[in-house]
């Protein structure tokens, strides 16, 4: 809407990108130019012949569109605006949710095998990685206070890449050290063991979630979060 438009421009910005919307706003996007506010609507509903003022419009239902794309959805369309940012960071998010179904997968493997494991163990070790992973999305309220959000980010890939590998190999080492054969082990070992291997793997991951939402957010919008854990749900799926 305009009022909202000329408060960005009394603020000092520059340029805004709509995604999902613009295409049909005439009015609002007049009132940004008048006042020296560059638009660029991303958007894919159906186009008038006339288009919006604005810098570009990127829109495959134009009516001067030939490019063939007109069933793509939003997130496509927002994606082939300034695909490098957006795309690393989708791929990022993809690959984790590969790393994290994999990674629970061979580390509910092992806890089994230690804990001559029932649905008990089965159930503990599910809650635990759920209760850390929401640790870790919770510490990602203070990720605006990072600088190099990507830097972060490709740390925090690097450190989920090896973690996988270190938990198994730790789980195995102490397989007959402190998990000692033919011994019943307790609900409080089990919770306590499961808390302590998994928290740095799920820690971080749940914090990238955020982190990433927090890089790509725009607007504070419901769904750039859901893109994100869309993404995440791919790699799981993958």
Wanted: hydrophobic share 55%; net charge negative; glycine share 6%.
């Amino acid at each position: 809407n305009a009022p909202a438009l000329l408060s960005l421009r009394e603020q000092g910005v520059a340029v805004v990108v709509t995604v999902d919307c613009g295409i049909a706003a005439f009015e609002p996007l007049q009132a940004a130019a008048d006042a020296g506010l560059e638009t660029i609507v991303v958007d894919h509903h159906q186009a008038e012949p006339r288009l919006p003022t604005a810098a570009a419009v990127v829109n495959p239902n134009r009516l001067d569109d030939d490019s063939g794309l007109d069933t793509i959805s939003r997130v496509q369309n927002w994606l082939s605006l300034d695909s490098p940012l957006k795309t690393r960071v989708f791929l990022s998010i993809t690959a984790l949710g590969v790393s994290s179904i994999i990674t629970q997968l061979l580390i509910m493997r092992e806890f089994m095998s230690v804990f001559h494991g029932n649905e008990l163990v089965f159930g503990i070790i599910l809650a635990s990685w759920l209760l850390l992973d929401a640790v870790g999305a919770a510490l990602g309220r203070w990720a605006h206070r990072i600088e190099d959000h990507m830097r972060i980010l490709i740390a925090s890939q690097v450190a989920v890449a090896v973690l996988p590998f270190l938990h198994l190999l730790t789980i195995r080492l102490l397989r007959n050290v402190v998990f000692q054969q033919g011994r019943m082990v307790g609900f409080i070992e089990v919770l306590g063991s499961a808390l302590v291997l998994l928290a740095p793997y799920c820690i971080i991951s749940g914090f990238l979630l955020t982190l990433a939402c927090l890089i790509l957010s725009r607007g504070e919008r419901a769904e750039d979060i859901g893109e994100v854990y869309f993404m995440d749900n791919i790699g799981d799926i993958l």
